[in-house]
């Protein structure tokens, strides 16, 4: 049975950091593509980061870029999302997704394209 758990979310301050893991289970998590997103209340679902499989390039959107880091352990089945100089506008519920189809820059944000979804971890950044 193919699962993706996500956990590492909770309450920190503006300008503290969290880290989100996706754990796989089901199957080999290197040879898809995943991606975070991340929903807010009243708000859109937007992509955040991805990590593609075959040649492990990874994405950001604009508003995390400098801040956060999409990594990938393979021993572990697990797929990591460091969150630093976190701010009050991260706050949501994140998500992660795999896709088996390798991801561009014109694609890996489309939650439309991933096959699988975790059940999502809160975030919330407050003081």
């Known amino acids: 049975q193919v699962q993706l758990v996500e956990s590492g979310g909770g309450l920190v301050q503006p300008g503290g950091s969290l880290r989100l893991a996706c754990a796989a289970s089901g199957f080999t998590l290197y040879s898809y593509s995943i991606g975070w997103f991340r929903q807010a209340p009243g708000k859109e679902r937007e992509g955040v980061s991805c990590?593609?499989?075959?040649?492990?390039?990874?994405y950001y959107a604009d508003s995390v870029k400098g801040r956060f880091t999409i990594s990938r352990d393979n021993t572990k089945n697990t797929v990591y999302l460091q969150m630093n100089s976190l701010k009050p506008e991260d706050t949501a519920v994140y998500y992660c997704?795999?896709?088996?189809?390798?991801?561009?820059?014109?694609?890996?944000?489309?939650?439309?394209?991933?096959?699988?979804w975790g059940q999502g971890t809160q975030v919330t950044v407050s003081s």
């Open positions: 997704a795999a896709d088996p189809r390798m991801k561009y820059r014109s694609t890996w944000s489309n939650g439309d394209l991933y096959y699988y």
């Open positions: 990590i593609s499989n075959s040649d492990s390039r990874t």
